[in-house]
């Protein structure tokens, strides 16, 4: 998934009908359902936020 998403409207089952690329709608197990890519990036791909490097200080401090 290096390249350009690709802008084309019509798209049939996740597949642009004009360039062939698959936008990934489904993936089940680290593979795509319709094209069965497994090129996928699952950090990329995961809906959960990645927590930071470092907890800022002011988290770290007391409240008086």
Do not use: W
Not at 5 to 18: A, F
Not at 46 to 62: F, T, V
């Amino acid at each position: 998934m290096t390249s350009e998403p690709c802008r084309h409207p019509d798209h049939v089952e996740s597949i642009c009908t004009v360039c062939g690329q698959c936008v990934h709608d489904v993936v089940l197990n680290g593979a795509c359902f319709y094209c069965e890519s497994t090129d996928l990036d699952p950090e990329k791909m995961s809906p959960k936020k990645q927590a930071p490097a470092l907890i800022p200080l002011e988290r770290l401090l007391r409240k008086p």
